[in-house]
């Protein structure tokens, strides 16, 4: 029979909201859903962090080497055990421009859900306050959380390897 695999993302509102309920939407969906229930010690799925900024044309340069030093700070915290690596991205909407904003994205790699849990406990808080009393009312920024489910890679031979 032919097998389902969703990718599921969600909001920390959702994630709050729904930590209890996420294995029994899987459950009604007859899919391969992969959810981690707080302190599983069988699941450590490594997740992405992802916060998405639209920002003022006027401030983006300096925003942007903010944003690099900040997401220095969020990966270097805890000596490097709840983020394995960070990475900056200038987005763009496919066949659509607006000139009125400028998109980044920042992808934080969390060793797993459990470790961000704890950027969010430890750090979170403070480090988002720093960022609006620096730049308040000059971005705007949706964040999600993306479980990992599967990585697949292509080698230098074309050879794909499949990570689940």
Partial sequence: HARSICCLTYSLADVVRH????????QQQH???????????????????ECNFSVEPAVVQEFAAY?????????????????????????????????????????YRARSRFRLQEYFDKAGDRLRKDMLEKWGGRFEVQRRILAVDSVIEAGPDGSMAIEA
């Fill in 31 to 49: 899919s391969e859903i992969k959810v981690i229930q707080p302190h599983d010690p069988n699941v450590d799925r490594r997740v992405i962090y």
């Fill in 67 to 107: 944003l690099r030093q900040h997401m220095k700070e969020i990966v270097g915290l805890d000596e490097g055990k709840l983020f394995d690596r960070a990475t900056l991205c200038v987005a763009e909407n496919e066949g659509h421009h607006d000139a009125t904003r400028f998109h980044l994205c920042a992808r």
């Fill in 19 to 26: 930590r209890c309920s996420l294995a029994q939407m899987a």
